[in-house]
């Protein structure tokens, strides 16, 4: 479950080569990009993404566009 309430699950977002850790501009992110934009596409499980800081801990999901 992404997004809301409180203990969040949302993960973190490293897309185009850009850590985004806030929550609401992930899910913003996420809710207007088009499958068409997706070069490749790719997630750092929760236990490996400790490089990442406290929010990686959800995970990170790793988005790469068509520029």
């Known amino acids: 479950n992404l997004g809301g309430g409180g203990g969040s699950l949302t993960p973190a977002l490293l897309y185009d080569g850009n850590f985004i850790?806030?929550?609401e501009t992930v899910?913003?992110?996420?809710?207007?990009?088009?499958?068409?934009?997706i070069?490749?596409?790719?997630?750092?499980?929760?236990?490996?993404?400790?490089?990442?800081?406290?929010?990686?801990?959800?995970g990170t999901l790793v988005i790469v566009t068509n520029k």
């Open 39 to 58: 070069k490749s596409l790719g997630a750092v499980k929760y236990g490996n993404s400790a490089a990442f800081g406290a929010r990686g801990g959800n």
């Open 21 to 23: 850790d806030d929550e």
């Open 27 to 37: 899910m913003n992110i996420l809710n207007n990009l088009s499958v068409r934009d």
